[in-house]
């Protein structure tokens, strides 16, 4: 291990040392060169202050301009020239220039033309990011990649426009999208994830940017294989004025106003930028809208000073955040959709006292402070410094309930379906549903829309209730009742005061909770790159960040109640079970259901913490380096970069089930109670119990080529090949309860080679070729890429109802190949038009089986063996070959045409077409043992936990196929094929609309700039978003892990259990939809 | 910096408003006022009124097609002309049926699921009726003491089992369970939860004082004042179902009674075996709820006091589901001389009156009436001082001799023993009248 970490050490340090043998350039090269210089200046005159790159279309060389618009180019080629000037939020401007031979052509002012659209659409690419960030729920809606005008065209065209249908960046995860703030990395340390709410609302915050895709060399960072995106937010980065707007919207906010000042850069070297923005819906007593249910709140500011001196330093003070309360809404199974005639159905709000209330309430703040320090050590070196710190309050409320009914409106057992359920006829088959039903949850009906009873051997089948009462309650959702199919409030008021009375010293009934996740950062980046050398660029970094998540509950409204009673409602309904498990007397057994032993029984009042109150710490180091060669026909870079990460969970709670799990095997009591086992064993109370560190070491190398055919046509390739360690968020078992991380970081913990070592790490490997050209009339790429993915590692949790309790179940050796094409062309049609098309056809799949160990949180046996023992922790592996990964769609394309008139006229359409979209998987309808009767240690399953009816070895016959020889049909991958109905509980579901035209979603926008006296202006634009108004197109969802227990209670296996019956109705998935037709429409007034 | 000074001034303008709700606690029940506005539409009936207006045949209206349709267990051999299963469909329009009671049960302890019981005091006496509903916890939402408005349109009266409740129509088409023939077929549902939502209303605030106990000895449970046993009238029997009554100077004598009627002894095998005494596995277990083995049947354990002729014993069942949270609790007994002894903890016992007639076939006999209690607050027994309670295992479920192990921080007394009846406590029992 010390060797390999040496010696990567070393590699770095041989880089360095080219460096310092690398001659200084010779004084020919500095005589009467040919140069061509030109400020960046906006339609006002202005310079042009943001991130530009100025490119010779014919010699391809490019350069990017300073902060006050200013840009040069040394030591060209004498001819008539093509310059491509390309500037974040303005449209592209080609001007033809004549070099001639030792002299310096000066451009003077270049004009680029404000793209009017883009502001709002960021601003719109912002509220969808936001809004997809449910971070406790798990399974949040898939996020679009960060909001990016990138100037390469396929980026451009397809970070907005596919946004509707969750496109996700070659198929990545949001983690793999690195997010940095004047150079200092702002992804969260635990989650992985930027949180985009921190700059709610606050666009010319993050106007300025420089985006790297994918595997590109990077100067601010080493990159990965997602792309880069770094916000500059130095004040003289704005142009001089006054800035404010008024928006308007159908969408989860429906107003905006805003104001910006900007100083500019003053005669004093100071520079002075301020925003603030306000974003605000109340509820609207409405059904079937856009954000149904929800209101909206965020107040956002941005504060940004900066001094220059003359001998090249700079200092920044950047300030921003965005304190924001906001509703949230829910994904559905189809048949609510169905019974509620909208996809704006939303399940967590109701009426209270007459007034519309949201259950689910996100408050969100994110302050943020970065000092950044630059400093230009002379032409060709410079030397960036930043330190930032950035506390992340971020909370959501929801209701929990105890010992009362479950207060959710689309809780499964309140739908028709659950009614209309599987039913088995005398041979064990389901019967009661069929494809019809399956796709109309309502049931078959007649021609004339009626339902039509079916019988079976002269029985009603197929419903446990009455046509009748079936239909009323059905009825009872068509019309939204409003006590039936909402959260009904006042229901639960009367609850709590009608248990004030019956139980005045009880726990509440039901109450509000907030679930906190902040996390607190310190991070610091030092950043140098130097250019002095012949054809040599290098670059140098390093970032250390500290951070420490802090999670908790907290009591957020009682509802009424008098006080909560801090113990687990679970833990308290499984307690009988958890008797059986070890000697515990009672008084044991009550510690289990205690969330915090040393406090048992803890009234709560509004505010108080409760639930579980734990630290995650984490540190991350990061040193990296990298050299770009640059020569006439072919450029070469490369970089290496070592990761140290390092995760220790600490609580000030110890929860009883933790304790339990202790005691019921002490061997491993270290494993869940961390390094104060033995004192929290012998009653000793601390105000912090720590758990063990976890330490990773990742190396990373990447390296590229670019091969000039000439100055309009090249072809890039890049490489990558790195480790990644889990994140927090996946190397905890349940980190609420206790401190015990995946078994591969155990391996890890205690490894004796490179191989174990490395266990718990991500492998990733991956490479894009790309063609690349640039005309005049047309420009664009072809970029193939394919990345591998091993040993990867996700968590779940979910209620087994074999098991009858929750279940966490761990989920490692993940393997996945990402490859596919990207393309994307722009061709200019006349004077006016552009006609942009773009397409990703993609293939991401699992590439083998996966490991699975699922546990039960309380501790309880989630099977037995055959003799009769318990098994705590299931090892199984998961039939995942083959299947597709779920993040986003794989096969996207879209159509634009662009207009734009020279009196200020901006307009386009775009069409774009969404398919091969998958729908999540849960491990746990895919586990091997279900299928087979056998796990994968080849020890047989006993009794329910299997997707057989009956037989001992011969079990699987039921639901898997068998060919004429009795032998299970198997798939290309190698997974056994089921029967009907069996399959549609464990196969992959396609999320696309078998009818074609569902696919498309059209948008337009357009929008006028207006020239008034004095250099004001004023600019109008409306971008609609689906106007064709596409109710059908399906973004995202998740398979429900739990399975039914079937309902052959009354007949017994041979092993004397029931069996699990695959009823593929009863739980079945969610999902989100695109919203439907939607506006934005921005007045802006520059003065 | 002028400029900044005005923004900042606008921002601190802009305020995070909050919403209120003003929830004004009297609107959230009704008050008699409010009741009769809600009936105006129609009638309240009375419970036993209820289902003799609308429970008119002894099969039910519920259909008329025996052959497709048909009502589950009618076995005439036995019974001629006697349903144990009945749905009687109320109408959905027309005038508002409606029927008010005070809950009399308590979900918390799990002995009773998706079940209440309401109680009406008419004329000084108690009519009760059962409802179905397809909620778990409901007596987080409707307590025991809280009294109920129901509007009965669109659902129906029927008999499980022989036991009346508001339900809707159901059908069970489990053709793998024993005795399907007599099974399959519909007989009374659980009423989805959003009907409870929409079809029950409070009225004032839960008050469990005026629900109304009959002290009855278990001798006047099974005989009526002739002498006769009030199981045979399976008829008359319908209307003492669901009664509250307490019965005094009680005692549990560690016996059960098999399926098959016949009555045998618990184990108390505690310390030394898993299976013969653990009720997980055994369901002789001297426990109140040990496994069914799944099947899911309340188990029953006998009641015994000295109600009969020249004080002679008698006894009843206390039925416990093996998924109530207290099923793994011990039958409360004494050491006495090293030898475990029942009897020593006496006094009163408070439940719910029923019975399970789930096919004619079953005879009449005294063994059928049984007493559910939601949980051990329903116990109110002493022990006499004449042995030694277990140590560890007093208030405790089925547990090993190694149990001593969990002794941390022994002062910590959770709420569970201050709920407890089992109590030794000299000062309880002598405010109890007791001494």
């Known amino acids: 291990m010390k060797k390999t970490l040496f010696f990567l050490l070393a590699l770095i340090g041989a880089t360095c040392s080219i460096v310092a043998q690398q001659n200084a350039p010779t004084s020919e090269q500095f005589s009467s060169p040919t140069r061509l210089v030109g400020q960046l200046v906006n339609e006002d005159g ?21 902060e006050r618009g200013e840009f040069s180019l040394s030591y060209l080629e004498a001819m008539d020239e093509e310059v491509i000037i390309e500037a974040d939020g303005y449209i ?26 883009l502001a709002a659409k960021e601003e719109v690419l912002l509220t969808l990011a936001e809004a997809d960030l449910n971070d406790d729920e798990g399974k949040s809606q898939s996020v679009s990649s960060a909001p990016s005008a990138s100037q390469d065209v396929f980026n451009a065209t397809t970070s907005f426009a596919w946004s509707t249908g969750r496109y996700r960046n070659r198929g990545y995860e949001q983690t793999f999208e690195k997010n940095y703030i004047n150079g200092l990395a702002f992804n969260s340390a635990e989650r992985g994830t930027f949180n985009f709410s921190a700059m709610g609302g606050l666009n010319d915050a993050s106007r300025n940017k420089e985006i790297v895709s994918n595997i590109e060399a990077a100067n601010f960072t080493f990159g990965g294989i997602g792309n880069s ?3 500059l937010m130095d004040a003289s980065r704005y142009a001089q004025g006054w800035k404010v707007g008024l928006a308007g919207t159908n969408r989860q906010y ?90 704006n159905y939303n399940p967590y709000w109701g009426y209270c006292n007459g007034k519309v209330r949201n259950s689910r309430i996100v408050k969100a703040y994110d302050p943020t402070a970065i000092v950044s320090y630059e400093w230009q050590i002379d032409p060709m070196q410079r030397l960036r410094a930043a330190v930032g710190y950035h506390y992340s309050f971020y909370s959501n409320s929801a209701l929990t309930f105890y010992n009362a009914p479950d207060p959710r409106p689309d809780y499964y057992r309140n739908m028709p379906s659950y009614f209309y359920d599987g039913q088995l006829d005398a041979n064990g088959q389901l019967i009661s549903k069929d494809n019809t039903a399956w796709m109309n949850p309502l049931g078959i009906t007649d021609d004339n829309g009626n339902l039509v ?12 209730m009455d046509m009748a009462t079936y239909q009323r309650l059905t009825d009872l959702w068509k019309a939204r009742d409003n006590k039936a199919t909402q959260i009904d409030w006042d229901g639960l008021y009367a609850a709590n005061q009608a248990n004030n009375i019956a139980d005045p010293n009880g726990s509440a009934s039901y109450m509000q909770e907030r679930r906190h996740n902040d996390i607190e950062e310190a991070i610091m980046n030092i950043n140098y790159s130097n250019s002095k050398f012949d054809h040599l660029k290098i670059t140098a970094g390093m970032d250390v960040k500290y951070a420490q998540g802090i999670h908790y509950k907290s009591v957020d409204d009682l509802l009424g109640a008098n006080q909560w009673i801090d113990v687990d409602p679970f833990a308290e309904r499984d307690i009988k079970d958890l008797a059986t498990n070890i000697g515990l007397t009672q008084e044991g057994i009550e510690f289990v259901k205690q969330n915090d032993i040393f406090h048992p029984n803890a009234v709560k009042k509004q505010g108080d913490r409760f639930g579980y109150n734990y630290y995650m710490n984490m540190v991350q180091a990061n040193v990296w380096a990298q050299n770009e060669w640059n020569f006439n026909d072919f450029d070469v870079y490369y970089a290496l970069k070592i990761a140290y990460s390092s995760m220790q969970r600490n609580t000030t709670m110890v929860n009883g089930r933790a304790w339990y799990l202790a005691v019921l095997n002490e061997r491993y009591m270290n494993h869940y109670l961390g390094q104060d086992a033995q004192d929290i064993l012998n009653g000793k109370e601390k105000s912090l119990y720590r758990g063990y560190a976890h330490n990773f070491i990742d190396p990373a190398f990447k390296a590229g080529f670019t091969y000039k055919i000439n100055g309009r046509n090249r072809i890039k390739l890049n490489l990558i090949a790195q480790t990644e360690a889990p994140l927090a968020r996946d190397a905890y078992v349940s980190a609420r309860v206790h401190d015990a991380v995946i078994p591969t970081i155990y391996t890890h913990d205690y490894a004796k080679n490179l191989a174990e070592y490395f266990a718990s790490s991500q492998k990733i490997a991956g490479g894009d070729l790309t063609y690349e050209f640039n005309y005049n009339i047309v420009r664009g790429r072809v970029t193939a890429y394919y990345t591998q993915f091993w040993d990867g590692s996700e968590m779940n949790g979910y209620y087994d109802d074999q098991a009858r309790t929750f279940v966490n179940q761990t989920l490692t050796g ?16 006349g004077t006016y038009f552009t006609l942009t098309g773009a397409v990703n056809a993609g293939d991401y799949r699992y590439t083998s089986n996966a490991y699975s160990i699922t546990s039960a949180e309380n501790g309880m046996p989630v099977a037995t063996k055959m003799d009769g023992t318990t098994i705590h922790e299931l090892v199984d592996s998961v039939y995942i070959n083959g299947l597709h990964v779920a993040n986003g769609p794989q096969l996207t394309a879209s159509l634009k045409l662009s207009f734009f008139h020279s009196k200020m006229w901006f307009a386009d359409i775009t069409c774009t077409y969404y398919d091969r979209n998958y729908l999540d998987f849960a491990p746990s309808r895919r586990m091997k043992s279900m299928y087979t009767g056998t796990y994968e240690d080849g020890t047989r399953v006993n009794g329910s936990y299997r997707m057989v009816s009956n037989g001992m070895n011969q079990g699987y016959e039921n639901a898997v196929l068998l060919d004429d020889a009795g032998e299970m049909v198997l798939d290309k991958f190698g997974s056994p094929q089921l029967r009907y109905p069996y399959n549609l509980m464990a196969d992959q579901e396609s999320l696309v609309s078998s009818n074609v035209w569902n696919r498309f979603i059209f948008d337009a926008s357009v929008g006028k700039l207006i020239y008034l006296p004095n250099r004001q202006q004023l600019s109008i634009n409306l971008s609609v978003t689906n106007f064709t108004n596409n109710t059908k197109l399906k973004t995202g969802g998740y398979q429900q892990a739990r399975i039914a227990r079937g309902n052959l209670q009354q007949k017994k296996t041979e092993e004397g259990n029931s069996v699990l019956m695959p009823n593929a109705w009863k739980f079945p998935s969610k999902y989100y939809y695109a919203w439907g037709a939607n506006f934005y429409l921005s007045v802006t007034y520059k003065f | 910096m002028k400029a900044i000074k005005y923004l900042s001034i606008a921002a601190l303008a802009v305020s995070m408003t909050a919403c209120k709700y003003d929830i004004q606690p009297d609107k959230l029940y009704l008050n008699e006022d409010k009741v009769k506005e809600l009936t105006a539409d129609g009638k309240i009936y009375h419970l036993d009124e209820l289902l003799d207006v609308f429970s008119t045949t002894e099969e039910g209206n519920y259909k008329s097609d025996t052959v497709n349709y048909r009502t589950r267990a009618n076995d005439e051999s036995n019974n001629p002309g006697i349903w144990l299963y009945s749905i009687d469909t109320l109408p959905s329009s027309g005038p508002g049926i409606y029927i008010r009671g ?57 008999r499980y089992a022989n036991q009346p409740q508001l339900c809707v129509p159901s059908y069970n088409n489990n053709t793998n369970a024993s005795s399907a023939e007599q099974k399959v077929g519909w007989n009374p549902g659980r009423i989805p939860a959003p009907f409870c939502r929409t079809h029950f209303h409070l009225i004032g605030l839960p008050d469990e004082s005026k629900l109304k106990y009959d002290t009855m000895t278990i001798y006047q449970i099974h005989r009526d004042a002739e002498g006769n046993y009030t199981y045979n009238d399976i008829k008359g029997a319908r209307k003492i179902d669901g009664r509250l009554v307490v019965i005094k100077d009680a005692w549990f004598d560690g016996q059960f009674v098999k399926t098959n009627g016949e009555q045998d002894t618990c184990h108390i095998y505690y310390p030394d075996s898993i299976s013969h005494g653990n009720p997980e596995y055994d369901s002789n277990s001297a426990v109140f709820g040990p496994t069914t083995g799944n099947v899911g049947y309340p188990q029953s354990r006998c009641l015994v006091d000295k109600s009969g002729k020249n004080g002679a014993l008698q006894w009843t069942l206390v039925s416990t589901s093996e998924y109530a949270k207290y099923a793994y609790f011990y039958l409360p007994f004494e050491y006495v001389d090293g030898v475990h002894k029942y009897g020593t903890f006496k006094g009163n016992v408070r439940g ?26 329903d116990l109110e027994l002493y022990a006499d001082g004449t042995g030694e309670v277990p140590a560890g295992t007093k208030w405790g479920p089925y547990t090993r001799p190694d149990g001593q192990k969990i002794d941390l921080r022994k002062e910590w007394q959770m709420n569970i023993y201050e709920r407890s009846i089992l109590q030794t406590n000299e000062e309880k029992r002598k405010a109890n009248g007791l001494e």
């Open chain 1, 46 to 66: 202005v310079p042009i202050v943001g991130y530009a790159t100025i490119t010779l279309g014919n010699q391809n060389i490019s350069t990017s301009a300073n």
């Open chain 1, 92 to 117: 592209s401007n080609i001007v033809q220039v004549q070099l001639t031979p030792g002299q310096t052509t000066d451009m003077g002012n270049v004009t680029l033309i404000t793209d009017m659209g």
């Open chain 1, 229 to 231: 995106t770094n916000y």
């Open chain 1, 254 to 343: 429906k107003g905006r106003v805003n104001a910006t000042y900007a100083s500019g850069p003053l005669n004093n070297g100071w520079s002075f930028i301020a925003q603030l923005a306000w974003r605000y819906s109340p509820y609207i007593d409405a059904k079937g809208i856009i954000g149904e249910g929800i209101a909206y709140n965020s107040f956002g500011y941005f504060l940004s000073a900066q001094k220059d001196w003359q001998n090249g330093h700079r200092l920044s003070l950047i300030t921003f955040g965005a304190p924001t309360e906001r509703g949230q809404s829910g994904a559905v199974t189809q048949e609510v959709y169905d019974l509620t005639g909208s996809i």
């Open chain 1, 453 to 464: 009873e079916q019988t079976y051997n002269g029985n009603i089948v197929g419903r446990t």
């Open chain 1, 814 to 829: 993940i393997n996945r190949a990402h490859r596919g094409i990207e393309a994307a062309a722009a061709v200019k049609l």
């Open chain 2, 102 to 158: 005070r809950v009399s049960t308590d979900d918390y302890g799990g002995n009773f699921y998706k079940a209440l019981v309401i109680q009406e005091i008419v004329d000084g006496k108690q009519q009760n009726l059962r409802l179905s509903i397809d909620m778990g916890s409901a007596s987080g939402m409707y307590p025991r003491g809280q009294e109920l408005l129901i509007r009965c349109n669109g659902l129906a009266i029927g």
């Open chain 2, 352 to 377: 719910i009156l029923g019975f399970y007639m789930d096919n004619a076939g079953y005879k009449p006999d005294r063994s059928k009436w049984s007493i559910t209690i939601c949980d051990l607050n």
